[in-house]
């Protein structure tokens, strides 16, 4: 058994400090220190904090590797990468793409998935997506939502989006969802009433608040109204680029428990500015910023954890509220609350230190210390 000494621990409802907190490959105990069997080797947090590792539920790549172009070694790869920023769950990201590239994508994830406790899954941001509000994917590659595209790969498939301004746009959701796919609006042109009718019909999460999505306006609320309206997941990119910080806040109150911290971050991710790709077409990325070539926001190359400083400073909200934010509430879209996500006991030691300036020291997978190596 472990202890984590020395640690600021972030718990679901608050920090708690001068605790242990024991650890094998589950969370044994939070005790006192007079509480810690004589066996327990010590890891000495320095000070620092100790959350739950985070889960990235919407990453396109990171470390060169691109998810949609990615072999399953790729994507291990990758994985690994994601583990010195804190990240211990992620879900591999999909572009709009041609049919045979997305089936290629998903096939990998299963693969790597068999070995790769981290890989939590796939998000499919496309193909089902509106050509009026693509972003930086491909229109040439949107299509109606089609169920027989996915269902296959319901096994690896967690999260897919679509555009409920599509004709059976509403039908898809109900067969994606039947088939253990979790379904969200986004991409989308779409009215209050139109994208109403895809939540009414079981979509239950939102890609990307904001971003490449109708506004939301006084007389016409569109996707971002219903969003807001209603009791969706949702995520939001907190870099302080995608989304003017004014609203991380306002958008916190009226989502609570439902608001999810992602990065969209591309291959471009933890390597200097350049060019890269995303879905195979060329980006350029700043060192935190990526763009299409025509100057289109086309995702980040940032960090979970940064943007997660980020809506902690900016906010002024507790800790643990933020940290829940890209750890509790992003295992609970994943039906994986009562396994990942928080300091609890029975829950997976999966674990982030870092010290007071949110810069990562330690990550623990499993109970394995995974980084440093």
């Known amino acids: 058994m472990n202890a984590i000494v020395n640690g600021r621990l972030v718990l679901p409802d ?22 810690v069997p004589d066996d327990a080797t010590p890891v000495d947090a320095k000070g620092g904090y100790v959350m739950p590792g985070l889960i990235d539920l919407h990453v396109h790549g990171y ?12 994507l291990v790869q990758m994985s690994g990468a994601l583990l010195k920023t804190g990240v211990t769950g992620f879900l591999a990201t999909t572009m709009t793409a041609d049919p045979a590239t997305l089936r290629a994508a998903w096939e990998n994830c299963r693969v ?7 890989l939590l899954g796939v998000n499919a941001e496309g193909p089902f997506v509106s050509p009026a509000k693509c972003g930086a994917q491909d229109p040439a590659y949107a299509i109606p939502p089609d169920p027989t595209r996915m269902v296959p790969y319901a096994d690896v498939i967690r999260l897919a989006t679509v555009a409920p301004e599509w004709p059976g746009a509403a039908e898809a959701v109900r067969a994606l969802t039947a088939a253990g796919i979790t379904v969200a609006v986004g991409h989308t042109a779409a009215d209050y009433d139109t994208v109403m009718a895809c939540i009414n019909a079981g979509a239950t999460h939102a890609t990307h608040l904001f971003n490449a999505m109708s506004g939301l306006g006084h007389r016409a609320p569109g996707a971002v109204g219903a969003v807001l309206n209603n009791p969706v997941t949702c995520e939001l990119i907190a870099d302080n680029h995608h989304v003017h910080p004014a609203l991380y806040t306002p958008v916190w109150r009226i989502k609570g428990d439902r608001l999810c911290l992602i990065t969209d971050c591309l291959a471009a991710g933890g390597l200097p500015a350049g060019e890269y790709t995303l879905g195979g077409a060329p980006v350029v990325s700043d060192g935190t910023l990526c ?20 809506f902690y400073e900016t ?8 940290v829940n934010c890209a750890t509790r509430h992003p295992a609970a879209v994943l039906g994986l609350a009562k396994q990942k996500g928080a300091l609890t006991v029975g829950c997976d030691a999966d674990m982030v230190i870092t ?19």
């Not at 470390?63 to 790729?74: F, I, L, Q, R, S």
């Not at 790597?112 to 981290?118: K, N």
Request: charged residues 20%.
């Open 14 to 35: 608050g920090v708690a400090e001068g605790q242990v907190l024991l650890y094998s490959h589950k969370i044994e105990a939070i005790v006192p220190p007079e509480q």
């Open 63 to 74: 470390a060169g590797v691109d998810a949609t172009t990615a072999t399953a070694e790729e």
């Open 112 to 118: 790597a998935m068999s070995g790769c406790p981290t």
């Open 291 to 310: 763009r299409r070539k025509d100057g289109t926001l086309a995702g980040s190359a940032g960090t979970l954890m940064r943007n997660l400083k980020h």
């Open 315 to 322: 906010t002024h909200l507790p800790l643990w509220e933020c």
């Open 355 to 373: 010290n007071k300036g949110f810069d990562v020291t330690a990550t623990v997978l499993g109970g394995e210390t995974v980084y440093p190596v």
